[in-house]
Protein backbone atom coordinates (compact mmCIF):
# COMPACT_ATOMS: atom_id res chain seq x y z
CA UNK A 1 0.00 0.00 0.00
CA UNK A 2 2.67 2.51 0.73
CA UNK A 3 4.49 1.54 -2.59
CA UNK A 4 1.85 2.91 -4.24
CA UNK A 5 1.36 6.26 -2.37
CA UNK A 6 4.66 7.00 -2.87
CA UNK A 7 4.69 6.01 -6.42
CA UNK A 8 1.30 8.50 -6.21
CA UNK A 9 3.88 11.31 -5.04
CA UNK A 10 6.63 10.98 -7.10
CA UNK A 11 4.63 11.48 -10.27
CA UNK A 12 2.70 13.97 -9.20
CA UNK A 13 5.75 16.02 -8.35
CA UNK A 14 7.16 14.89 -11.76
CA UNK A 15 5.25 16.81 -13.55
CA UNK A 16 6.85 19.91 -11.27
CA UNK A 17 9.17 22.28 -12.64
CA UNK A 18 11.51 23.40 -9.05
CA UNK A 19 12.97 25.53 -10.43
CA UNK A 20 9.65 27.56 -11.23
CA UNK A 21 8.62 27.23 -6.89
CA UNK A 22 8.85 30.36 -5.27
CA UNK A 23 8.69 30.44 -1.57
CA UNK A 24 6.63 33.18 0.48
CA UNK A 25 7.83 34.15 4.06
CA UNK A 26 5.39 36.41 6.34
CA UNK A 27 7.68 38.37 7.28
CA UNK A 28 10.29 40.43 5.25
CA UNK A 29 14.21 40.51 5.03
CA UNK A 30 16.50 43.27 4.20
CA UNK A 31 19.96 41.29 2.88
CA UNK A 32 22.32 44.41 3.24
CA UNK A 33 26.13 44.30 1.54
CA UNK A 34 29.00 46.57 1.46
CA UNK A 35 31.52 48.08 3.48
CA UNK A 36 32.87 46.55 6.51
CA UNK A 37 30.97 46.10 10.21
CA UNK A 38 33.04 45.47 12.46
CA UNK A 39 31.13 45.65 16.23
CA UNK A 40 34.32 46.25 18.07
CA UNK A 41 35.01 49.41 16.65
CA UNK A 42 32.77 52.84 18.56
CA UNK A 43 33.24 54.30 15.59
CA UNK A 44 31.50 53.00 12.53
CA UNK A 45 33.96 52.20 9.78
CA UNK A 46 31.22 51.94 6.82
CA UNK A 47 28.25 53.43 5.83
CA UNK A 48 26.67 49.98 5.84
CA UNK A 49 27.89 49.80 9.17
CA UNK A 50 26.52 53.47 10.63
CA UNK A 51 22.95 51.83 8.69
CA UNK A 52 22.65 49.06 10.75
CA UNK A 53 23.93 51.07 13.62
CA UNK A 54 21.45 53.60 13.39
CA UNK A 55 18.50 50.95 12.60
CA UNK A 56 19.25 48.87 16.05
CA UNK A 57 18.89 52.23 17.72
CA UNK A 58 15.74 53.98 15.99
CA UNK A 59 13.89 51.10 14.41
CA UNK A 60 14.81 47.68 15.83
CA UNK A 61 11.75 45.56 14.79
CA UNK A 62 13.59 46.71 11.26
CA UNK A 63 17.11 45.88 12.36
CA UNK A 64 15.75 42.72 13.42
CA UNK A 65 14.72 41.73 9.49
CA UNK A 66 18.72 42.63 8.35
CA UNK A 67 20.14 39.90 6.69
CA UNK A 68 24.14 39.95 6.91
CA UNK A 69 26.44 37.49 4.78
CA UNK A 70 29.11 37.53 7.66
CA UNK A 71 26.47 36.22 9.96
CA UNK A 72 26.29 32.86 8.24
CA UNK A 73 29.74 32.30 7.38
CA UNK A 74 30.06 29.44 9.09
CA UNK A 75 28.22 27.64 6.83
CA UNK A 76 30.57 28.37 3.68
CA UNK A 77 33.49 27.57 6.15
CA UNK A 78 31.79 24.21 7.06
CA UNK A 79 31.57 23.23 3.47
CA UNK A 80 27.80 23.66 3.55
CA UNK A 81 28.34 26.14 0.08
CA UNK A 82 31.46 25.11 -1.95
CA UNK A 83 30.76 28.56 -3.76
CA UNK A 84 30.49 31.69 -2.29
CA UNK A 85 28.47 33.33 -4.80
CA UNK A 86 25.76 30.60 -4.75
CA UNK A 87 25.46 31.15 -1.24
CA UNK A 88 25.25 35.09 -1.49
CA UNK A 89 22.55 34.25 -4.82
CA UNK A 90 20.71 31.81 -2.17
CA UNK A 91 20.25 34.58 0.86
CA UNK A 92 19.60 37.16 -2.09
CA UNK A 93 16.58 34.96 -3.35
CA UNK A 94 15.21 34.84 0.77
CA UNK A 95 15.07 38.87 0.77
CA UNK A 96 12.35 41.21 -0.06
CA UNK A 97 15.25 44.21 -0.06
CA UNK A 98 19.24 43.66 -1.49
CA UNK A 99 20.78 46.71 -0.24
CA UNK A 100 24.43 47.03 -1.96
CA UNK A 101 26.77 49.67 -0.42
CA UNK A 102 29.32 50.50 -2.98
CA UNK A 103 31.99 50.85 -0.66
CA UNK A 104 34.54 47.88 -0.93
CA UNK A 105 35.81 45.94 -3.31
CA UNK A 106 33.61 43.18 -2.50
CA UNK A 107 30.85 45.14 -3.26
CA UNK A 108 31.55 45.80 -6.42
CA UNK A 109 31.57 42.08 -7.08
CA UNK A 110 28.47 41.96 -6.01
CA UNK A 111 27.16 44.51 -7.88
CA UNK A 112 28.32 42.80 -10.78
CA UNK A 113 26.62 39.53 -9.71
CA UNK A 114 23.36 40.96 -9.13
CA UNK A 115 23.58 43.39 -12.54
CA UNK A 116 23.54 40.09 -14.10
CA UNK A 117 20.13 38.44 -12.27
CA UNK A 118 17.09 39.89 -13.56
CA UNK A 119 14.71 38.30 -11.31
CA UNK A 120 16.76 40.78 -8.49
CA UNK A 121 16.73 44.09 -10.27
CA UNK A 122 13.16 45.16 -8.96
CA UNK A 123 14.77 44.09 -5.45
CA UNK A 124 18.45 45.88 -5.53
CA UNK A 125 19.19 48.88 -3.56
CA UNK A 126 22.14 50.73 -5.02
CA UNK A 127 23.82 53.24 -2.62
CA UNK A 128 27.26 54.88 -4.63
CA UNK A 129 29.31 57.75 -3.59
CA UNK A 130 28.47 60.43 -4.88
CA UNK A 131 31.97 61.13 -6.86
CA UNK A 132 31.54 57.76 -8.52
CA UNK A 133 28.21 58.30 -9.89
CA UNK A 134 27.25 61.71 -10.33
CA UNK A 135 29.51 61.73 -13.55
CA UNK A 136 27.39 60.20 -15.89
CA UNK A 137 30.61 58.82 -17.59
CA UNK A 138 31.72 56.68 -14.82
CA UNK A 139 32.10 52.90 -15.53
CA UNK A 140 29.71 52.33 -12.10
CA UNK A 141 26.57 54.78 -13.70
CA UNK A 142 27.57 53.94 -17.39
CA UNK A 143 27.70 50.04 -16.89
CA UNK A 144 25.81 48.04 -13.84
CA UNK A 145 23.60 50.70 -12.85
CA UNK A 146 22.66 51.96 -16.47
CA UNK A 147 22.06 48.31 -17.17
CA UNK A 148 19.49 47.16 -14.34
CA UNK A 149 17.84 50.71 -14.90
CA UNK A 150 17.22 49.95 -18.73
CA UNK A 151 16.43 46.40 -18.17
CA UNK A 152 14.13 46.97 -14.92
CA UNK A 153 11.50 49.06 -16.69
CA UNK A 154 10.80 46.30 -18.88
CA UNK A 155 9.83 44.07 -16.36
Known amino acids: MSINFENAILEAFDDLDVKTFKVNYPDHRIFIC ?3 V ?3 QPIP ?3 RH ?3 EQLAKQHPEIEKEVVLAETFKDYFKEHA ?3 LLL ?4 IAKLASVVVIFLESPGSLVELGMFCTKPNFYKRLLIVAPR ?8 FIYLGPINHIKKKSLHL
Open 87 to 90: FEDD
Open 81 to 83: YSD
Open 50 to 52: RLI
Open 131 to 138: KETENEDS
Open 45 to 47: TSF
Open 34 to 36: GGK
Open 38 to 40: DVK
